[in-house]
T-cell receptor, first 114, second 119 residues
Framework: AQSVTQLDSQVPVFEEAPVELRCNYSSSVSVYLFWYVQYPNQGLQLLLKYLSGSTLVKGINGFEAEFNKSQTSFHLRKPSVHISDTAEYFCAVSKNSGNTPLVFGKGTRLSVIA | GAVVSQHPSWVICKSGTSVKIECRSLDFQATTMFWYRQFPKQSLMLMATSNEGSKATYEQGVEKDKFLINHASLTLSTLTVTSAHPEDSSFYIC???????????????FGEGSWLTVV
């Protein structure tokens, strides 16, 4: 089975500062990796995903993530955050084959401070 | 892009009654849909996997007789919370896999979620 650990439950950061949200996963098979954002009282929006190929993945809203197989990590980064980036961020993993669901981490609350 | 629609977005029901939540894939066919629930300030927990034309597969600890899932067509899955109690109040989210890309990219789309409040 797959599992995801998001090491930080809350990350406060000043506006225009860089941010990194950490995600580590565990799996005995090859996986796909995802980052989703959830704004208050809303559903999930896909930020980016790693399926194969280049380990540096660029997503929407200026976010990017790097897949590191040796460290089983998929950390999310943004060089300069905005107030509007305040939200809950979820890292997710699934097997890279078959009809398998996503397994989510517990989420990281990013709070951008003006 | 592909859209998954959930209805209703918000529902309040009395304790003991049943409520149905619909999940529709609007512009693609989904052989598999997944139902999650999310308690406030917590992560999404998989409840069940719904396959078109067959019985749903429930995760451990999820009561199949309480959370009835029907996936009668390639574009619609329903979750019925039967005899609802206040502890069933939660945010329910469905996701659907595009059958044309099921084995190449794991393209999964999420609905906007449904807030259930049982009073």
């Amino acid at each position: 089975a797959q599992s995801v650990t998001q090491l930080d439950s809350q990350v406060p950061v000043f506006e225009e500062a860089p941010v990194e949200l950490r995600c580590n996963y565990s799996s005995s098979v090859s996986v796909y990796l995802f980052w989703y954002v959830q704004y208050p009282n809303q559903g999930l929006q896909l930020l980016l995903k790693y399926l194969s190929g280049s380990t540096l993945v660029k997503g929407i809203n200026g976010f990017e993530a790097e897949f590191n197989k040796s460290q089983t990590s998929f950390h999310l980064r943004k060089p300069s955050v905005h107030i509007s980036d305040t939200a809950e961020y979820f890292c997710a993993v699934s097997k890279n084959s078959g009809n398998t669901p996503l397994v989510f981490g517990k989420g990281t609350r990013l709070s951008v401070i003006a | 892009g592909a859209v998954v629609s959930q209805h209703p977005s918000w529902v309040i029901c009395k304790s003991g009654t049943s409520v149905k939540i619909e999940c529709r894939s609007l512009d693609f066919q989904a052989t598999t849909m997944f139902w999650y629930r999310q308690f406030p300030k917590q992560s999404l927990m998989l409840m069940a996997t719904s396959n078109e034309g067959s019985k749903a597969t429930y995760e451990q600890g999820v009561e199949k007789d309480k959370f009835l899932i029907n996936h009668a067509s390639l574009t619609l899955s329903t979750l019925t919370v039967t005899s609802a109690h206040p502890e069933d109040s939660s945010f329910y989210i469905c996701s659907a896999r595009d059958r044309t890309t099921a084995n190449s990219g794991n393209t999964i789309y999420f609905g906007e979620g449904s807030w259930l409040t049982v009073v």
